[in-house]
């Protein structure tokens, strides 16, 4: 197993708790769904910035457990899956020095669970209903693709967290 530091472990502690916080708490309901737009994603583009494959536990975590404790536990699981996917995505994507690749990644992530939504919603509550909700998708995927990008520009003063 690779050599993590305590610091990285408690970080990646400390960036799951965000994740749940920005997404349980500032959160407006999609009522054609009962799902809810949040502020999650942010802080999910944060952890994965910071903690690289870190943040994709952080991320499957603090998600989920806004999901369980919110009262949404039939998403919990796609929830997790799709917060991991998306975490991954921008890890793998994202390039410090490069807004582009900064824009891409977090766009792309965000398109993941736009997508991975609409599959689910389609099969739980049929296409119509995952169509609706499209819409409150991709502006929650709007809202987390600027906060990446705000992430992105505040990054070299944050890595500093992470040493």
Known sequence: MRNLSVKKLTMAGVMAALVFVMTYIPKVPVPVTGGYVHLGDGAIFLAALLLGPLGIPAAAIGSGLA?????????????MLIKALMALIAWRIWK???WLRAAIAFAAAEAVMVCGYFAFEAILYGAAAAWAAVGPNCIQGL???ALGMACHGLYPRMKQLIK
Request: glycine letters at 16%; zero cysteines; a negative charge.
């Open 143 to 145: 809202m987390g693709l």
């Open 67 to 79: 999901d369980i404790l919110g009262g949404y536990l039939v998403y919990a699981l796609p929830t």
């Open 96 to 98: 410090p020095d490069s």
